[in-house]
């Protein structure tokens, strides 16, 4: 793989389409129908348990020290890539097959109390998805100017950590309030907010709780988890048709996929080559375009240390 993060054209064979796949690597219609098949009952289960994991974490970072504390506030960070995740398949109507509880669900259980307005969210996300690094790409910010100088990325890094990002993000949303067309959606999200503090407080006894394992923890780290995740999907890459131009492969470990890539978000390159595959399937789908010669080693990075270390090769590649 080249050192720009891009892959070289000898690293890409053409192999599409085949007897299973279409030129765009979409599976076959009769292939399709069951890739992009929603389990309601798996994301039931999947809202459900992060609601209980969260509250379960509060209450234990409460009650048993300064210490449990640190460590739970440190384990938010996985809980808020996991209310991340659950919004982006509801925004892509993949949470329920019943659209209505799909965004119901969506807006109120997932999105709002991660303080995303996701009716906006959903028209910027479409708009990556349809030409990534094109005119409308809206993480253009994220995913451009890697490599870069180590330097820079903990400089930006730094900036994610002690809450510079999450501060403009939160002041966004509460000066929304105070405009006409975004007033609705903003103080919808506040009173949530709101409604969480209560919640946190009256299952803690602390009123403290919520700032402390929900509201900073969204503030700092899961922007730094943000941030890293971004450039491993696509740092560095460029525009184009084929999307192992566009987006990265990464091996997938267990710990990363715990701590910031859950749901099976890290095959990514499945994801942007169907949209409509739901983050259950998408395993099967990557095993699909693996076995079509589609993805190979020569493109996967095996780990995503390995892909941040290339994302600021600049410094070691001028040096060369």
Known sequence: ???????????????????????????????????????????VRAVTFVWLW???????????????????????GPMHARFAILMHESA?????????????????????????????YRRAHFAHHREEFGPEEPDMAFYSGYPCEPADLRRRLLRDAVGISGYKNFKSIVMATTKSQSRTIASSILAVQVVLFGLFWLGTGAWWSYLLFWWLPWMTQWRVLNRLR??????????SDDRRLTTHNVRQHLLARFW??????????????????PWHNLPAYHCELQSAGYVTADITFENYFQLWRS?????????A
């Open 54 to 76: 969260t509250a379960l974490l509060a209450y234990v970072g409460v009650r048993f020290g300064p210490f449990a504390a640190i460590a739970i506030f440190i384990l938010m």
């Open 230 to 239: 971004a450039i491993a999907e696509h740092g560095g890459m460029l525009k």
């Open 92 to 120: 892509h109507k993949l949470l329920f097959t019943n659209k209505r509880a799909n965004d119901f669900v969506g807006k109120w259980f997932i999105a709002y109390p991660a303080m995303v307005p996701i009716s906006i």
């Open 260 to 277: 910031f890539a859950p749901y099976n978000t890290g095959w990514h390159l499945a994801h942007h080559v169907d949209m409509g595959v």
């Open 311 to 319: 994302a600021t090769a600049l410094a070691r590649s001028s040096k």
């Open 1 to 43: 793989m080249s050192i720009d993060l891009v892959p070289s054209p000898e690293e890409l064979p053409d192999v599409l389409p085949t007897e299973r796949l279409l030129v765009n690597g979409m599976a076959i219609p009769e292939l399709r129908k069951n890739y992009r098949h929603i389990e309601n009952w798996r994301n």
